[in-house]
Each structure stands twice: as structure tokens, then as C-alpha cells.
């Protein structure tokens, strides 16, 4: 198995909703992130996970929330988001500790916020 | 600091060679990546090259390195309908693995 996959494909919500992102890989990879992209624009990183701990929070509001239940699973909660947080999330995984190891993407959660 | 820069679009003829530039600033790169993105999409890896080559071919790819100019570019020969996309160009400049991407190249394939 080679690839990340990523549900829901499409995600829409209310800005008082509770949801979930969820995204998997069994590739073995020890590190995963969250990316948001807005259209035409490259993503951005949003959370780090190496060996399921979260190492980098690149100053994302609290209304975003991931967790690593488990090394092939990394979840994103989402609580309270605004009509602005509606983008393309992306989850990608790679091997941890590795320079330069490439990095896998998976398809993404296309959110709209009403 | 990091910055990745590169055109904003491209558009060839099907069957012409496409060649996507990238420029970026951080001396310490260990790798330079090439992303392709479909409508819709995610980010397909397509190759990479390691900072201390000069070239690296894969099949219709070719990604050339110029480390003393900080210049990348990636050359897609016979170029087909379904090379069209936006391609993103992408730094790695710890063992963080952290990613720096440019601004993406939207390649526009014309039959």
C-alpha cells in the first residue's frame, strides 16, 4: 500500500459544526502533516506529527485541532471555523528523521464553511 | 530566509518540450522536489534531486540543478494533454523534512 487516503472527499459545515478530517497511510511513515491550500496558492503547514507526537503547530487557531491516534492514522478536529478557513486540506506522510525524505500527499478534504 | 519563486504559467503545444523554471534562496537545501497538482487534487511526487547533482532524468522528465545560481528547472519532453497542471517546485532545508514550495506554475498543454 502506497498511498494516503483522505476522508471526506468534500465536507461541508456550519461555523457552530463539530467535524473530523481523517487521514491514513500504511506505509510505515512516522511523520504526517496537515496542509491547507487556498485555491491558486501552494499549501501551506499547518502540524507536524513525528512518532505520533505533534512537533510542529505552526501557530494554527485552537479551532483546528490534530491528533495522532496511532502511527497510520492523523486526525484533524474542527470546531468553530469561520467562512475563511474554507480550502483544500491536505494530509501528506514521510519517513521521520530522514533529510530530506519526500514527502506523500493524499488526495484531500475539500471544506466549505457556510 | 526561504523563498521559492517561480512563473505563474506556462503554455505549449502538445508534443513541444515544456521547461518550468524555480529559483530559491536557501544555500542549505539538501533536496529540491518537483509536485505536480491536478484540478482537485492532491500533490503527485514526480522526481527530486539531491543538492550535490547537477541533473536528473526519469523517463519524460529531466530536472536540472544550477546550485551557485539557486536555479531549478524541470523539462517534460513530448509534452501531452495530461501534462496539464500546476506544477510546484519545493525545498528541503532540514532533516525536519520541512517543505518550502513555491508559488505553483500552472502548465496549459494546448492540442
Known amino acids: 500500500d502506497t498511498e494516503v487516503t483522505q476522508t471526506p472527499k468534500h465536507l461541508v459545515m456550519g461555523m457552530t459544526n463539530k467535524k473530523s478530517l481523517k487521514c491514513e497511510q500504511h506505509m510505515g511513515h512516522r511523520a504526517m502533516y496537515w496542509y491547507k491550500q487556498k485555491a491558486k496558492k501552494p499549501p501551506e503547514l499547518m502540524f507536524v506529527y513525528s512518532y505520533e507526537k505533534l512537533s510542529i503547530n505552526e501557530s494554527v487557531p485552537s479551532r483546528f485541532s490534530p491528533e495522532c491516534p496511532n502511527s497510520s492514522l492523523l486526525n484533524l478536529h474542527l470546531h468553530a471555523l469561520q467562512p475563511e478557513d474554507s480550502a483544500l486540506y491536505l494530509c501528506?506522510?514521510?519517513?521521520?528523521?530522514?533529510?530530506?525524505?519526500?514527502?506523500?500527499f493524499g488526495p484531500g478534504t475539500r471544506l466549505t464553511v457556510l | 530566509g526561504e523563498d521559492v519563486e517561480q512563473s505563474l504559467f506556462l503554455s505549449v503545444r502538445e508534443g513541444d518540450s515544456s521547461v518550468i523554471n524555480c529559483t530559491y534562496t536557501?544555500?542549505?537545501?539538501?533536496?529540491l522536489y518537483w509536485y505536480k497538482q491536478e484540478p482537485g487534487a492532491g500533490l503527485q511526487l514526480l522526481t527530486y534531486i539531491f543538492s550535490n547533482m547537477d541533473m536528473k532524468q526519469d523517463q519524460r522528465l529531466t530536472v536540472l540543478l544550477n546550485k551557485k545560481d539557486k536555479h531549478l528547472s524541470l523539462r517534460i519532453a513530448d509534452t501531452q494533454t495530461g501534462d496539464s497542471a500546476i506544477y510546484f517546485c519545493a525545498e528541503g532545508v532540514n532533516a525536519g523534512n520541512m517543505l518550502t514550495f513555491g508559488g505553483g506554475t500552472r502548465l496549459m498543454v494546448k492540442p
Open positions: 501528506a506522510s514521510s519517513t521521520s528523521g530522514t533529510p530530506g525524505g519526500e514527502q506523500f
Open positions: 536557501d544555500s542549505s537545501s539538501t533536496y
